[in-house]
Structure formats: C-alpha cells, structure tokens
C-alpha cells in the first residue's frame, strides 16, 4: 500500500498519518523529518537545507527531489506514506514520474481540509516529542495537550521548533501550501486530476472536526 497525504502545517497530518501508517504497517517517509535528520546529524545536506527550513522556504528542487526520491526506492516492504511532498508541481510531476518507472501503485491520496487562520494558530501551539517525532502534543488542542511540561504520551521532554514560533515563517509556509497555481495544493491538485482517469484514490478530509472524528472517516474513505 502506498499513500500520500496533504495538508496544510496546523491541520493534524501528522497525527492522521500514523493512523494511516499503523494500520498498514508502512513506512513513514516524511521530507521535513528527513531534513531534521540531516540538520541534527550536521551532514552536508543538513547544512544546506537548514538556512530555507528556518526562513520558511522550500529547500531547492535539486536537493529535495533526489533525497525523498531515493528514500522511496530504498524503504518500505509494506509499502509507505509519503507525507510532505510534494509541495510543488515540479515535484508532483517528478515524484509521478518516478513512480511509473519503479511500476509501484499510488493507493491513495488523502487531503485535510482547513482554514488557513485555524492552521496558524494550531502550529503555534505544537510541541514535540524528544524521544519520538510520532507523538503529537499540542497546547491549544485539549485531546492532545502535553502532560504539564512532559510529553503526554511517554512523559519524555518536549520542545518547540523554531519555525513553529515565527508567524512570518508560517505565513510563508503556509503562501506556498494555499497556493492552487505552483504550490502545495497545485500538487495535490495534480493527483486530483489523475483520480479522475482512475490512476489512484482521492480521499478529502474535513480538518475541523476532532481528531477521533477525521480518524473514522478515514478509516471509513480507506476500506
Ligand atoms: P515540515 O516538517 O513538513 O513542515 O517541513 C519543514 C521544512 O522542511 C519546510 O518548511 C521546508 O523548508 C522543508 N521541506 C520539507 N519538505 C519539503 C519539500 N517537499 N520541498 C522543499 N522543502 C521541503
């Protein structure tokens, strides 16, 4: 099972994805994840990429394509979950491409919902986990609120990101999400269009609801 899912910082992505993620045992492959890596490990790539993640910018093409690229190939006997890219038509075209020439699937595509004012004010209020990336905490969400100053799901430490406090930051994410010409939901857009011919599944998703409400339409939309 392959599966891509899009929706804007702020809209419980992360949250829904592993959801998706442990129902069919799949790898995660999340592009934000994989820069953080490279950051916290100081590889070259981290260098590079670390200047655009802070200022709210896409890392160039030439550096993010070949690295989600490659991870696909290499990762996943059950199949993953792309999550974070892509973010551009470039990137749509390119990630498409690849696929056809791997011949691997594309189950499904799942897109979440949400005003971008609600989005904003979701991401000021994430924290995370130091010991595991999948456990979401979030101070303004009460189903996911951290256990005082502790993660609540492992009591391990939390913390902010960076970019997660700065509004100019999220502002420009979230210009390069909401924009339906070149951005993020021009990507999705594109697999949109592929749905119609039957080349995959489009799930849309309504990011308002709670969080245990969207996990059973999903569950539900997936079958
Ligand atoms: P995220 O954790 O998905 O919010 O990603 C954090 C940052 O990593 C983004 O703001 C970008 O700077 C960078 N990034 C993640 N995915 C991509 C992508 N597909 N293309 C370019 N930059 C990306």
Redesign the pocket.
Known sequence: MNILIFGP?GSGKGTQGDLIKQKYNLAHI????I??EHIGGGTELGKK?KA??DR????P?DI?IPM?LDTLKNKGENGWLL??????MV?AEKLWDALQKENMRLDYVVEILLPRETAKNRIMGRRLCKANNNHPNNIFIDPIKPAGDKCRVCGAEISTRS?DQDETAISK?HDIYYDTVDGTLAAAGYFKKLATSGKTKYIELNGEGSIDSIKETLLAKLG
């Open positions: 910082n999340e592009s934000g994840a820069f953080r990429a655009y993640i709210g910018d896409l890392v093409d993010t989600v999550d974070g890219f892509p973010r551009n990137q970019d994410r």
